[in-house]
């Protein structure tokens, strides 16, 4: 089993940034793929960004590239997400995921994670 804690949310202005975080405890030993995902209100959990466990590929939205940066720090068992120039349409509870798999694996799909975190509400005022 994993755990995995997410932090860093909050109300932030259009154009504005943040970092969210998320830290993973438990069965850490293996290696996984993490993701974010986010979920609006009234929609369907959808895909933002995704890194694999050797860093080495990593997928985005196309709706945040050039905005959105993910990165990973194994010795910590943390991923982050750097939010940059967000819009009203950034606004959203992200979730991050780990998918157990190789160290160049990455998941697209939410069915492909098999850890979540409680999520933490991202609020963009334009």
């Known amino acids: 089993q994993v755990q995995l804690v997410e932090s860093g949310g909050g109300l932030v202005q259009a154009g504005g940034s943040l970092r969210l975080s998320c830290a993973a405890s438990?069965?850490?030993?293996?290696?996984?793929?993490m993701g974010w995902f986010r979920q609006a209100p009234g929609k369907e959990r959808e895909f933002v960004e995704a890194?694999?466990?050797?860093?080495?590929?990593?997928y985005y939205r196309e709706s945040v590239k050039g905005r959105f940066t993910i990165s990973r720090d194994n010795a910590k068992n943390t991923v982050y997400l750097q939010m940059n120039s967000l819009k009203p349409e950034d606004t959203a509870i992200y979730y991050c995921?780990?998918?157990?798999?190789?160290?160049?694996?990455?998941?697209?799909?939410?069915?492909?994670?098999?850890?979540w975190g409680q999520g933490t509400q991202v609020t963009v005022s334009s």
């Open positions: 890194i694999s466990w050797s860093g080495g590929n990593a």
């Open positions: 995921a780990a998918a157990p798999g190789d160290s160049d694996y990455v998941g697209v799909v939410p069915g492909e994670y098999a850890y």
């Open positions: 438990g069965r850490t030993s293996r290696n996984y793929a």
